[in-house]
C-alpha cells in the first residue's frame, strides 16, 4: 500500500473523528434515551417491582385516556396560540423596532422585550403567581378595574389563556431577536431601490420585508412549537394542571403518570407519542416550507 | 406511625411560608438533639457498647441548608452512641404526598436510605412497594422500651396504626415523632375589637357564620381562610360534619353524601359572603392574623413557632374546629420514620427509632414547640408541651378522642390532588358544591379501584 492510500483511508475516517464529540453526546443523551423509552413502552412496571412485558397494550390505553386526551388537546391549543402569537407579535414589533427610531430608545424597547426570556421558567412562574393572587395581586387588581376577568387561574374557561399570555411575555423576546436579525439582514440597497421606483410602506414590507425575512419566521414557528409542545414548568407550577385538567399538557401528564403513578410503561407511551407528534408537526412544516420560505 | 408534621400540607395557602417550615423542623431537631443528651440512659449504654460503628443514612423533607439542624439531632444521638455516624439528604417538596414520590424515584435509581422521615402519606406507599423493613422481630426484641412508649400513647393512635397499617398485617412504623389534629386559632383582638365574647368549644357553624359576619361588619377583617388544602382546608369541614372523602377502610369514595355536600356548600358560603379571603391566592394567614385582618385560622401544633416568633402567644386561644350539630371532628395524621429493607444499618436505624420514642425525647420535642404534637399522653399533658402555649392547647391531643385519620391509601398522593383539584373548585365557584362533590365521588371511586 502507498503511502498516498494509506493517507486517503486516514482521510475518510478524520470527518468522523471531529464528529465524534457530537455524535458521543446524542448518541448517550438523546439516541439511546429514544431506544429505551420505546423499550419501556413495551411494559409494565412500578419501579420496583418486576418488569411485565405487556407488547403494545400500553399504546392502546393512550387512546381510550381521557385524560391524555385531555392534555394532548390543551397542549395543541397552546401550542397553536403560541405561535400565532410569538410569530405575529414577533414581527410587529421587529418591524416597529428596526424603523428609524432613536437608538436610545431602540436598546431600552429591545432589553425590556427580551429580558423576561432571560428568567427561568420558575421565577417567572412565582412572578406571576403573585401578580395574579387574587387577594394582592397587582396585575389582577387592575385587570378587574379594567374589566377583564379575575382570579384567571382559578377558572377553567380563563385559566389556559392566561397561561398562554404569561408564556407570550416569557418567551417572545426570543422570537422577536430572531426576526429583528432576519430583518437586518436583508440589504438596505433593496429597499432603496424599491423606495426609488415610488414603493409606499406598506408595499416594501409586503413585497420585501416579510418575504426576504421568512427563514427567520420558519425558525421561529418551528422552534416555537417543540419548546410550545413541550410546556412543563409553569402548569406544574401556577396550576397543578388544574382546575379540572383544564391546563394539563401533555408533558406534566407524562410526569404524573410515570414518577407520580409510577406507570413507567404507560409514561414512555405518552413521551413517545410527543416524540411522534413532535417529529410529524416538524416534517410537516419542512414540507410546507418549500411554498412560503424564501431562499435566496 | 408517627407525626403529622408542621409541613402538612405547606402548599400555596399554609400558615407558614416554606422557609418557615424549614425552620420549623430545624427547631424541632434542635430540640431532640438536647433529648438525646438527656436519654443517656443505663441501657441505651448497654445496647451502644454492643452496637458496631456505623453511617446511617436519613432522607427529610427540606432543603440542603436544614442539614446543620439535623446534624445537631444526630450529634445529641451520638452522645449515647458515638460509633454512630449519620448522612442527612434533603428533598424539597410542596407537601408530604411529593415528598414520598420523589423518594420512591430516587430509590428506583438506585439511591441507599437507612430511614426515612415520612408522613401518613407515604406510609402505605412504601409498605406496598415492599420497601421498608418489617419491624416486628425488632419491637419483640426490644419489648419493655415499645410496650412502655405503647402504654402512653393515645389508644386511638395505637389503634390507626393497627387499623391503617399495609393488609399484611405486619409493623412497619412504630408511634414516634408526633401527630397533628386540627383545631381552631381564634386571635382575642379580633374578637374583642368586634365586641364579641370568645367562642366556646362548643361553637357552631352557625355561630361561626354569625360571628364572622359580626367581625367583618364591624373591623372589616376575614372570618377564617377557606383554602383547598387536604388536610388544612377541607378535612376539617368533612369531618365537623360526620363526613370524609373515603370510608372508614379507605376502599370506599364518600365525597357524595349529604354531609360532605353541606360542608362543601358551608365552605363556599364563607367565601361568597368575603368572610375568607379569595381562595387560590397566595397570602400568609398568620400574617393577616398578626395585623388583625383575620379573625382565626385551622392550625394543628405547627402555628405555635410562628406564633412565639411574633411575640403574640397570648394573642390567640385554641378552640375544637367549629361543627354541625353534635358532629365535633377533626383530621388526625402521624409521622413515620421507616427503615429500608435494603438497610446495612438496621441495628443503628432501630437505635435511631427508639431514641425518637423515648419520653425525655418527646417531652424536649415537645418543648421547643416542634411542628406536631406528641404522641404520648405523659408529654401533651406535661408543662414542656403546654408552657409559652395558646391557651387551649391541650385540645389538640384531646381532638384524638374524636379525630378522624386523614384518608391516605395507596395511591393517596392522586386522590389527594384529585380531592384538592375538586375543592379547589367549589370554593372559587366555577361548579357548583353538590355537582363538585359528585364529581369527586367518580374520580376518587377510579382511583380507588
Known amino acids: ?296 | 406511625m408517627v407525626v403529622k408534621s408542621t409541613t402538612e400540607n405547606p402548599g400555596e395557602n399554609s400558615v407558614f411560608s416554606r422557609r418557615t417550615v424549614l425552620k420549623t423542623v430545624g427547631v424541632g431537631a434542635a430540640g431532640i438533639t438536647s433529648a438525646a443528651a438527656l436519654a443517656a440512659c443505663g441501657s441505651g449504654k448497654e445496647a451502644a457498647a454492643e452496637l458496631e460503628a456505623a453511617t446511617v443514612s436519613f432522607v427529610y423533607l427540606g432543603s440542603a441548608d436544614q442539614a446543620k439542624s439535623w446534624d445537631a439531632l444526630f450529634t445529641g444521638f451520638r452522645e449515647l452512641f458515638p460509633q454512630i455516624d449519620f448522612k442527612a439528604n434533603a428533598i424539597p417538596s410542596d407537601n408530604w404526598a411529593a415528598f414520598a414520590d420523589a423518594v420512591a424515584v430516587q430509590l428506583a435509581g438506585g439511591a441507599k436510605y437507612d430511614v426515612l422521615n415520612l408522613a401518613t402519606e407515604g406510609a402505605l406507599l412504601f409498605a406496598d412497594k415492599g420497601v421498608v423493613l418489617p419491624l416486628d422481630d425488632l419491637i419483640a426484641r426490644d419489648k419493655a422500651v415499645m410496650d412502655a412508649a405503647l402504654a402512653d400513647t393515645h389508644p386511638r393512635l395505637v389503634e390507626f396504626g393497627k387499623k391503617y397499617g399495609p393488609p399484611d398485617g405486619k409493623t412497619y412504623y412504630i408511634p414516634s415523632g408526633g401527630m397533628n389534629c386540627m383545631a381552631a386559632w381564634v386571635n382575642k383582638d379580633v374578637y374583642k375589637k368586634a365586641g364579641l365574647d370568645l367562642p366556646t368549644d362548643d361553637w357552631t357553624w352557625d355561630d361561626f357564620l354569625a360571628a364572622g359576619r359580626t367581625i367583618k361588619k364591624k373591623t372589616g377583617a376575614f372570618l377564617f381562610p377557606v383554602t383547598a388544602e387536604y388536610f388544612v382546608g377541607i378535612m376539617p369541614w368533612l369531618t365537623t360534619n360526620g363526613a370524609s372523602t373515603m370510608n372508614e377502610d379507605w376502599t370506599k369514595a364518600t365525597c357524595d353524601t349529604p354531609q360532605a355536600i353541606e360542608a362543601a356548600e358551608f365552605a363556599r358560603q364563607l367565601v361568597v359572603e368575603k368572610l375568607s379571603p379569595p381562595p387560590g391566592g397566595t397570602f400568609d394567614r398568620f400574617e393577616l392574623g398578626i395585623k388583625g385582618e383575620l379573625a382565626c385560622f385551622g392550625g394543628g401544633r405547627w402555628p405555635v413557632l410562628a406564633v412565639r416568633a411574633a411575640n403574640a402567644v397570648d394573642k390567640y386561644e385554641i378552640y375544637d374546629f367549629p361543627h354541625r350539630g353534635a358532629n365535633r371532628g377533626s383530621p388526625v395524621g402521624w409521622a413515620c420514620f421507616p427503615i429500608m429493607k435494603s438497610s446495612s444499618n438496621i441495628d443503628a436505624s432501630w437505635e435511631f427509632l427508639k431514641y425518637l420514642s423515648t419520653e425525655k425525647g418527646a417531652s424536649i420535642f415537645a418543648k421547643s414547640g416542634g411542628t406536631a404534637s406528641p404522641c404520648l399522653k405523659s408529654v401533651a399533658e406535661s408543662q414542656e408541651y403546654l408552657a409559652d402555649s395558646p391557651v387551649g392547647t391541650e385540645k389538640l391531643y384531646r381532638a384524638l378522642d374524636y379525630a378522624t385519620a386523614i384518608p391516605s391509601p395507596t395511591k393517596g398522593n392522586l386522590t389527594q390532588r384529585a380531592i384538592e383539584d375538586v375543592w379547589g373548585q367549589i370554593i372559587a365557584g366555577n361548579i357548583k358544591p353538590d355537582a363538585g362533590m359528585k364529581k369527586m365521588q367518580e374520580q376518587i371511586t377510579k382511583l380507588l379501584v
Not at chain 1, 407488547?55 to 394532548?72: M, R, S, T, V
Not at chain 1, 426609488?196 to 421561529?220: E, M
Not at chain 1, 410546556?231 to 383544564?246: C, K, L, Q, S, V
Open chain 1, 1 to 296: 500500500m502507498t503511502l498516498q492510500k494509506v493517507r486517503q483511508k486516514q482521510g475518510r475516517f478524520t470527518p468522523f473523528l471531529f464528529l465524534s464529540p457530537a455524535i458521543l453526546f446524542f448518541c448517550c443523551f438523546i439516541f439511546f434515551p429514544l431506544l429505551g423509552a420505546f423499550g419501556y413502552s413495551l411494559i409494565t412496571w412500578d419501579f420496583f417491582t418486576r418488569p411485565k412485558f405487556v407488547g403494545l397494550d400500553n399504546y392502546g390505553k393512550l387512546f381510550k385516556d381521557p385524560i391524555a386526551l385531555e392534555a394532548i388537546k390543551n397542549t395543541f391549543i397552546f401550542t397553536l396560540a403560541s405561535i400565532i402569537t410569538h410569530v405575529g407579535l414577533g414581527l410587529i414589533l421587529a418591524v416597529a423596532v428596526n424603523r428609524k427610531i432613536p437608538k436610545f430608545f431602540s436598546y431600552i424597547f429591545r432589553t425590556a422585550i427580551f429580558f423576561p426570556f432571560l428568567l427561568s421558567w420558575a421565577a417567572a412562574s412565582l412572578i406571576w403567581n403573585f401578580g395574579l393572587d387574587p387577594t394582592f395581586g397587582v396585575v389582577d387588581y387592575y385587570a378587574g378595574k379594567l374589566g377583564f376577568p379575575q382570579a384567571t387561574l382559578l377558572s377553567s374557561t380563563w385559566a389556559l389563556p392566561t397561561l398562554i399570555m404569561i408564556d407570550l411575555w416569557k418567551t417572545l423576546g426570543f422570537c422577536f431577536i430572531v426576526i429583528l436579525a432576519g430583518i437586518q439582514t436583508i440589504p438596505s440597497d433593496i429597499n432603496e431601490a424599491a423606495r426609488v421606483d415610488g414603493a409606499s410602506g406598506w408595499r416594501l414590507f409586503w413585497n420585501i420585508t416579510l418575504p426576504l425575512c421568512t427563514p427567520a419566521l420558519f425558525f421561529v414557528a418551528v422552534t416555537a412549537f417543540i419548546g410550545a409542545f413541550q410546556i412543563f414548568e409553569p402548569m406544574y407550577i401556577m396550576t397543578r394542571g388544574g382546575p379540572d385538567n383544564a391546563t394539563l399538557s401533555v408533558v406534566q401528564y407524562l410526569h404524573l403518570t410515570a414518577f407520580r403513578n409510577f406507570e413507567i410503561g404507560y409514561g414512555a407511551v405518552i413521551a413517545v407519542a410527543i416524540f411522534f407528534i413532535v417529529l410529524t408537526a416538524t416534517l410537516v412544516q419542512f414540507r410546507f416550507a418549500k411554498r412560503w420560505v424564501y431562499e435566496g
